[in-house]
């Protein structure tokens, strides 16, 4: 049977049919669909983990008891669950282990960008890149053979167009009966301290070897023997542009790109005249196929930064000279190839990203401007109030830096007040720590919780804190009020941050305190639940005194009425209206009724 499916629905499904039993992850675009999807089925336990740290634990565990277990993150997110990577590299495991990581060239939705596959060269272990919705299916069986095989976890690769992108996949039944687990006490595989762990080191290497032998014959690494003249060597979704921009000439399509495959590599490379890699961000390919004492062509000239494509590929097969090798030569098709085979198509028209109409947390980053403090923010829809009109944060480093930047900052003798901003998710996904190092080394700073009750950005997934589970159950919600009060903070305060008057009197009370302080702005994300839209606002233009107030809000539902610098008025569009007020509150002449 064929479905059409993303390449994350697809990885999900390749975990249904090769029998992963636990799966766990933190949700962070591009690969938040994974686990949404493997949730639909039930016969996989899934979890949104608090954080990737976490979620790795999770899964190591399981397989510690012989079940096949996937972990799912984004790039940033592998950061954050180095530490047991490392060392469930050293101890291996018993059922599958495998590592869905997915990059973000051109950093779409990240803070910045990074070439994961590094992380396999460091932890030595394998290291798998699926070109395609059907390859994702795939090689999630793929990776869980080898992972059982040579008693390592396996990292599976995928990349923002690999995961958004949609395809043909051939799917079946389940494949793959999970085992029953079982507990086996091996101290000496699982228990790392140094006298154990000296020993697992020397097998890691004689792994690493084994896996080198097996990168060089197994079949998702092969040759495609065209025109000889020019011969290409490619992974992950540039050998689909590959294919497309250079029609006829020789690929070796790496499937499995670490261990490398030398020998594969190095007669390749004896068939063929000249060799070109193509590879997005790092050289990661390049640099090794260099040792071998190959030199590629165009050595320095593909981007190290932002996503690869067709016109790039074109464009490099012109420095090069690769007409004849090139499938859309410069201007050929009318409409599509322009001056240099670059598209004359006009421009999308920008979308800058905004705060949504009535989202909760307008009223604080507005009222922030007042107190002339430092805003350390993180990583969440909220970094938007760091943008123009809010313009309220001055600094984002990574989740849950708005907690423990915002105390260096404080501890620097800075003469300002202090504010750190994160969000509920943010908060239980690495907040606490940076909280508890508050109250125990008694930071004199205020921590602004956003907390709308769901892991917004990424698409309104549960978390500790929401009382659901991923797999739609219910269960406890974790108290933010309460992990304060342990953590040695003794002045906290909820406020509803709609009611504009009230959030600028909590402010103005705790920004500055001597002692640390916890506030939690507390209202649902107005696309979960529009208990904010009682009725929605219009402005009265005889009253509006075009003084630009309301606009410094930043809500896409006010706009200006056509005019010059001075003729324009203020006006609301009622289709985005939410009925939150936050206009009404701001606006000195009673200009905007509800």
């Given at each position: 049977?064929k ?9 999900a ?16 675009t ?8 493997l ?30 277990a ?5 790039h ?30 051109g ?6 960008e ?5 992380y ?5 272990i ?31 690769r995928?990349?923002?167009r ?21 507990w086996e ?29 097996y990168?060089?014959s ?23 542009y590959s ?46 196929v260099?040792a ?8 320095g ?27 859309i ?8 190839g ?29 009222l922030?401007?007042?107190?002339k403090a ?10 938007l ?10 600094s ?5 830096a708005g907690?423990?930047?915002a105390m ?14 994160v ?27 956003l ?12 978390h ?45 009370e ?15 994300c107005?696309?979960?639940s ?14 509006c ?12 539902a ?34 905007i009724?509800?």
């Amino acid at each position: 049977m064929k479905r059409l499916l993303s390449g994350n629905e697809a990885f999900a499904r390749g975990a249904y049919e090769y029998g992963i039993r636990v799966a766990s992850g933190y949700p962070g675009t591009p690969s938040t669909e994974i686990l949404e999807n493997l949730a639909l089925y039930r016969e996989v336990y899934s979890e949104w983990s608090p954080n990737e740290k976490v979620a790795l634990e999770v899964a190591a565990g399981a397989a510690m008891t012989g079940v096949r277990a996937m972990a799912t993150m984004k790039h940033v997110g592998l950061n954050v669950a180095s530490d047991p990577l490392m060392t469930c590299s050293y101890t291996g495991v018993e059922g599958g282990l495998v590592i869905v990581v997915c990059d973000d060239p051109g950093m779409h939705s990240s803070q910045n960008e990074q070439d994961s596959r590094n992380y396999a060269r460091f932890a030595k272990i394998p290291l798998l890149e699926p070109s395609d919705s059907n390859e994702a299916k795939r090689f999630v069986g793929i990776a869980l053979d080898i992972s059982e095989r040579f008693d390592t976890p396996v990292m599976l690769r995928s990349t923002t167009r690999i995961s958004h992108s949609k395809g043909v996949v051939e799917i079946s039944e389940q494949r793959y009966s999970s085992k029953s687990p079982r507990w086996e006490r091996k101290p000496e595989k699982y228990l790392m301290i140094p006298l154990y762990a000296r020993k697992r080191r020397l097998l890691m290497e004689k792994r690493l070897e084994s896996l080198t032998r097996y990168s060089n014959s197994m079949s998702e690494n092969r040759t495609i023997l065209r025109d000889r003249s020019l011969g290409i060597i490619t992974s992950s979704i540039s050998y689909e542009y590959s294919e497309e921009v250079f029609p006829e000439a020789s690929i070796l399509k790496l499937g499995m790109s670490y261990p490398y495959p030398d020998e594969l590599i190095i007669s390749f490379a004896r068939e063929v005249k000249a060799v070109l890699v193509l590879e997005e961000l790092d050289p990661f390919i390049t640099e090794h196929v260099k040792a071998l004492g190959i030199l590629p062509l165009g050595d320095g000239f593909l981007p190290r930064t932002g996503e690869l494509n067709p016109d790039i590929l074109m464009e490099l097969g012109e420095k090069l000279n690769l007409r004849g090798s090139v499938s859309i030569p410069a201007g050929s098709i009318p409409g599509i190839g322009g001056k240099n085979g670059k598209s004359v198509l006009p421009p999308i028209p920008p979308r800058p990203p905004v705060l949504c109409p009535g989202c909760p947390h307008r009223s604080v980053f507005y009222l922030l401007k007042q107190h002339k403090a430092v805003v350390v923010g993180d990583i969440g829809c909220y970094s938007l109030g760091g943008l123009k009109p809010l313009d309220s944060i001055d600094s984002i480093i990574c989740m849950g830096a708005g907690v423990s930047a915002a105390m260096g900052v404080a501890k620097s003798g800075i003469d300002r007040p202090v504010v750190g901003i994160v969000g509920d998710s943010t908060f239980f996904h690495s907040g606490i720590t940076g909280l508890l190092d508050i109250g125990y080394n008694r930071g004199n700073l205020t921590i602004i919780v956003l907390d709308n009750r769901v892991t917004a950005m990424t698409g309104h997934q549960e978390h500790p804190g929401t009382g659901r589970t991923l797999r739609g159950e219910d269960t406890f919600s974790a108290s933010i009020e309460r992990f304060g009060s342990a953590a040695g903070i003794e002045r906290i305060r909820v406020f509803d941050p709609y009611d504009m008057e009230e959030t600028k009197k909590v402010l103005k009370e705790e920004i500055g305190a001597d002692e640390p302080v916890l506030l939690i702005s507390r209202r649902q994300c107005i696309l979960k639940s529009r208990e904010g839209s009682r009725k929605t606002y219009t402005v009265s233009s005889d009253r509006c005194k075009a003084c630009g107030l309301c606009m410094g809000l930043g809500c896409p539902a006010l706009e200006k009425t056509e005019g010059g610098k001075k003729e324009w008025k203020a006006q609301i569009n009622s289709t985005l209206c939410t009925g939150c007020g936050m206009c009404a509150a701001v606006c000195s002449f009673e200009a905007i009724e509800g």
